[in-house]
């Protein structure tokens, strides 16, 4: 079955600098890749996807990249603010059915 | 639109008791899947239903098994409950399943003493 390898699993950024989150998959009949943002005591909630179909995708300072030949896709937020500290879960899933396999995830603190 | 609804938010059990816990979807929505969290494990898929039927099942024992209504809310049961269940359990729903948006309920927190 599909495994989610998650990096770094801490990751501690000065406000306004960039962070890196990086993801590899093992199936590569997977074709969706969300990104899902839970903060302390809240409810994951996505914050971007990405299709096999598509390289890259960028919403505000929040992009997605993937590399469907390596097996692996990035979160890149630039201009870290606060209320970004949150911890953050990769995951990998195909069309049919709702099998979600997600990463151990990334515990975000932006420092003021 | 209402959110995705579980109950309750919080369970205190001991071990061997069994446990039932609820979602209602967001209204519209056909699919709902479940998923155990913790600290060390992180979201562990547990099964999806779509239209009252058990579409996917993640590696979970048999204790671990749910239901469907025809108004799409669903129900988790876990019996026999051992230490190592105690965990924050999400269900999420989204309008058709498959590779799309999943909207998350606020968990139910269950602790097995």
């Known amino acids: 079955g599909e495994n989610v390898e998650q990096h770094p699993s801490t990751l501690s950024v000065q406000e306004g600098d960039s962070a890196v989150i990086k993801c590899t998959y093992s199936?590569?009949?997977?074709?969706?890749f969300p990104w899902y943002k839970q903060e302390l005591g809240k409810r994951p909630q996505l914050i971007i996807d990405?299709?096999?179909?598509?390289g890259e995708k960028k919403d505000q300072r929040i992009a997605v990249t993937l590399n469907k030949t390596a097996k692996h896709f990035s979160l890149h937020i630039t201009e870290t603010q606060p209320e970004d500290s949150a911890v953050y879960f990769c995951?990998?899933?195909?069309?049919?059915?709702?099998?979600?396999?997600f990463g151990p995830g990334t515990r975000l603190s932006v420092l003021p | 639109k209402a959110g995705v609804t579980q109950t309750p938010r919080y369970l205190i059990k001991t071990r061997g008791q069994q446990v039932t816990l609820s979602c209602s979807p967001i209204?519209?929505?056909?699919?709902v899947s479940w998923y155990q969290q913790t600290p060390g494990q992180g979201l562990q898929f547990l099964f999806e239903?779509?239209?009252?039927?058990?579409?996917n099942k993640g590696n979970f024992p048999g204790r671990f098994s749910g239901r469907q209504f025809s108004n799409s809310r669903s129900e988790m049961n876990v019996s026999t409950l051992e230490l190592g269940d105690s965990a924050l359990y999400l269900c999420?729903?989204?309008?058709?399943?498959?590779?799309?948006?999943?909207?998350f309920g606020s968990g139910t927190q269950l602790s097995v003493l």
């Open positions: 995951a990998a899933s195909m069309d049919y059915g709702q099998n979600f396999v």
């Open positions: 199936d590569s009949a997977s074709n969706y």
């Open positions: 209204s519209g929505h056909r699919s």
């Open positions: 239903y779509f239209s009252e039927t058990q579409r």
């Open positions: 999420a729903s989204s309008q058709s399943g498959g590779a799309e948006k999943l909207f």
């Open positions: 990405i299709r096999s179909n598509v």
